[in-house]
């Protein structure tokens, strides 16, 4: 048995003795290597010569990355660089039903909605019925959120689910709500600009984009070929405003306390630096929510500060003393006797209280706020000259400034405040003509810097790496001389050492420093005729030895008894003053320093 085994082995093993191969094999061996190069050749020349234009385009498309702008706008900041508004990122999502294909799965399946809504549940915070829901019946372009934050949209793109899509865009953000509605606007659904500084300046917020081309390796790293000209180059700059966002938001608080306190129609508060006319605060109230617009009523979207006109009542008296000082028809040092009414043109004008204040210096009129003794100390004026001061003031111009809807005031034409004394008569106490309360700060800004007319304002410029591009107002306009200026400061701050009740207790709140300030409260009136309502104010300039600023106050239309400027308009204007001295760090005035020091 072994050896029959062994024979076999040995067979199988056995070397068989070596043949040439034949001619015939090598040759067709050879011809088909030939072909095969020949192939090859003719597959290169092929491509290099005839298709070497479409290669290389799908080359370039696979390597090239465009970057297509969102169309984004610049942000606006305040003056200490905090967002008013801004421009997000956000995320729509789309989902193709008929495409549902999940990590893994064959091309061809096709995932039921049911499975894909039990995956987006968690990261769109809602549950799977809502989700599918969205989908209803349809088999692609299906909008299930917008809004979607990039963390929540980086979240859904590692599901890896196929027909869910990710449509990046802008979303205009106003992180303080409806402190900077009434300044900065809002922007449409669309995008499209419909108040404020949003429409005004649109063409400076719009970003300096363009579409970016980069090629890129296959590792991703970007190639220097062909790299045009600030391809890297990113619009990041900011408008920037010279409002205060602490300012602002006390403004707004308090101004809100007191016209529903008082159940007022509406109220305005301006805090304006008197040297350069730029406003620290420009807040009113009733507001809303710009992030939410289309909740409210579109009559909230005028700025009614310097869109709406009211008479100014007796916060005017100080500039018309400024006017007849200038004129010469009163000096420093006079007085003027006011029996409580006198007769202009057969109509009777009275004091406010009915009563007679006797004679009177010039910062005792402004004390008593004697609408009698302006009569007649405007009655020294001619009306020509008086009109024409009126007219160099702007009184009736559209005024220089980048605010948005901003109206000139109304003055009669030079006819009838000439030839019927009743006019100049009533505009010697702030009635008969119409400001805006921007116009009326400007006025007394005036008075506060010594005389000259600046431009409020509340841009500076674009801001970009700590590079500011500054937005130069109009120089200022010398109007009246310093000295009648400072004159008529030290008589309005008379007013405020001597007042009683809120203005004693503004006085006392800031004890240890010297403010300007006058009251006013005005009868409305329509079609020539009062009715039953009044607008209050307040103006105040400060520090009186060393101005820097205005702040007005002026709430339309109190409903409560006993409503005048001073308790309807001065309590806002304390707490601002209050806020500003601490914010700006305006140490007290050096008199007071002394007679502190004197009684410690």
């Excluded at 004008?349 to 004679?359: C, F, R």
């Excluded at 009533?426 to 600046?454: E, R, W, Y």
């Excluded at 039953?532 to 702040?551: G, L, Q, Y």
């Excluded at 309807?568 to 707490?575: C, F, I, N, S, Y």
Aim: glycine residues 8%.
């Amino acid at each position: 048995m072994r050896n029959t085994n062994w024979t076999k082995k040995k067979k199988r093993f056995q070397l068989k003795p070596l043949s040439p191969l034949s001619k015939n094999r090598f040759s067709l061996v050879f011809m088909v290597l030939c072909l095969g190069l020949s192939g090859l050749f003719f597959r290169v020349g092929w491509l290099q010569i005839f298709q070497s234009d479409l290669l290389e385009a799908r080359a370039r498309k696979v390597q090239t990355e465009k970057n297509n702008p969102l169309g984004t706008r610049r942000s606006i900041l305040d003056r200490q660089g905090k967002l008013i508004a801004i421009d997000e990122k956000r995320f729509k999502i789309w989902a193709h039903p008929r495409y549902f294909n999940l990590p893994g799965d064959l091309p061809i399946k096709v995932r039921k909605p049911v499975e894909v809504a039990e995956i987006l549940a968690k990261p769109l915070s809602k549950t799977t019925g809502e989700i599918l829901e969205k989908f209803g019946n349809h088999s692609s372009g299906v909008k299930l959120a917008e809004g979607i934050t990039p963390e929540i949209a980086y979240e859904i793109k590692k599901l890896g689910i196929s027909g869910i899509d990710l449509e990046a865009y802008p979303q205009r953000l106003y992180p303080h709500g409806s402190l900077f509605a009434n300044v900065v606007g809002f922007l449409d659904i669309d995008r499209r600009p419909q108040a404020g500084l949003e429409l005004s300046l649109d063409s400076q917020l719009i970003r300096h984009e363009k579409m970016s081309v980069l090629r890129k390796g296959a590792d991703g790293t970007p190639l220097p070929v062909n790299v045009e000209q600030g391809a890297f180059y990113e619009d990041d700059s900011s408008l920037e405003l010279t409002l205060d966002v602490r300012l602002q938001e006390v403004a707004v608080k308090e101004l809100t306390k007191q016209v529903k306190k008082w159940d007022a129609k509406k109220g305005v508060v301006i805090v304006m630096n008197i040297d350069t006319g730029e406003l620290l605060t420009l807040a009113s109230t009733p507001s809303y929510d710009p992030n939410k617009y289309w909740e409210y009523s579109p009559s909230l979207f005028k700025e009614w500060s310097v869109q709406n006109l009211f008479e100014p009542g007796s916060t005017f008296k100080p500039i018309n003393l400024a006017l007849a000082l200038e004129e010469g028809v009163i000096n420093p040092n006079g007085e003027i006797n006011d029996d409580g009414l006198v007769h202009v043109g057969g109509w009777p004008l009275s004091n406010w209280n009915k009563k007679p204040n006797g004679v009177l210096n010039y910062a005792e009129v402004l004390q008593v706020s004697s609408n009698v003794a302006m009569v007649k100390i405007m009655r020294k004026m001619d009306p020509v000259n008086y009109w024409k001061w009126l007219k160099l003031l702007g009184i009736d111009e559209m005024p220089e400034t980048d605010l948005p809807g901003a109206v000139a005031g109304q003055l009669k034409s030079k006819d009838i405040f000439v030839n019927q004394p009743i006019e100049p008569a009533v505009a010697s106490f702030g009635q008969g003509f119409s400001v805006t309360p921007l116009k009326l700060a400007q006025l007394h800004a005036l008075i506060a810097n010594g005389g000259k007319l600046v431009t409020p304002h509340i841009t500076k410029g674009l801001n970009k790496d700590y590079q500011s591009y500054d937005n130069a107002p109009s120089e200022s306009k010398q109007v009246i001389s310093p000295q009648v200026a400072q004159t008529v400061l030290g008589w309005m701050e008379t007013v405020v050492e001597k007042g009683s009740g809120s203005i004693a207790e503004l006085k006392e709140s800031v004890s240890g420093y010297r403010i300007g300030g006058k009251t006013g409260t005005a009868d409305k009136s329509q079609n020539g005729k009062n009715y039953d309502s009044k607008i209050c104010s307040f103006v105040a300039s400060f520090p009186v030895e060393d101005p820097r600023f205005v702040v007005l106050v002026v709430v339309d239309e109190p409903k409560k008894p006993y409503a005048f400027g001073s308790t309807v308009a001065v309590p806002v204007a304390q707490k601002i003053i209050e806020t500003l001295l601490v914010i700006e760090q305006i140490p007290p005035s050096s008199d007071s320093k002394e007679l502190l020091a004197a009684k410690s």
